[in-house]
């Protein structure tokens, strides 16, 4: 019996170290196992932050790959679903450019601090110049460039171009009152 109790003991305590080794550990939300930790938020980034946590996450911060969160793994924050779809939409575009200057791997596995640096160096510039201009001269986050993609209309959303036609309309009405 005392032999029996050593050997589960000496599972256990394999079996502990085993997890500790693990690059990841899981949550608990709601009654749910859930990827990402339970003290986890969705923190305002910069267009370059997003790209790295996107496709490759924080290992020293417990959170896997942003890309490979469901809405299910957010619905435990306040506004995590609305705040992964703009991150997502940003990653549309970012991907559609890197696309464009070949620059992108379709595997994700693939990606790594390299990979990330020589794609964002390939678009960064044309995506700057298209999306990160504002008045303010501090680093710019992903919700600012996503309000700045929506005027833009980088997702073709044709209600967008109805209210950009629309405010045109005002400014040039506005403008000919002025004269």
């Not at 939300?29 to 490759?56: A, D, E, I, K, R």
Request: charged fraction near 25%; include cysteine.
């Amino acid at each position: 019996r005392a032999t029996r109790l050593q050997r589960k003991r000496k599972e256990h305590e394999t079996a502990v170290a085993l997890v500790k080794k693990r690059k990841f550990t899981v949550g608990h939300h709601h009654g749910m196992l859930n990827v990402l930790p339970p003290n986890f938020t969705l923190t305002s980034m910069t267009p370059l932050q997003l790209v790295y946590c996107w496709l490759m996450g924080s290992v020293r911060h417990n959170i896997p790959a942003l890309g490979l969160l469901d809405s299910k793994h957010v619905l435990f924050l306040k506004g995590g679903n609305k705040m992964r779809n703009k991150m997502s939409s940003v990653m549309r575009i970012v991907e559609k450019m890197a696309r464009e200057k070949n620059a992108w791997y379709d595997i994700k596995s693939d990606w790594d601090y390299d990979k990330v640096t020589k794609m964002w160096d390939a678009i960064s510039t044309e995506f700057k110049a298209k999306y990160c201009q504002t008045k303010r001269k501090t680093q710019i986050n992903y919700h600012t460039v996503y309000r700045n993609m929506t005027d833009a209309n980088a997702f073709n959303n044709p209600r967008n171009k109805k209210e950009k036609a629309k405010r045109l309309a005002m400014q040039q009405q506005q403008q000919a009152a002025m004269v």
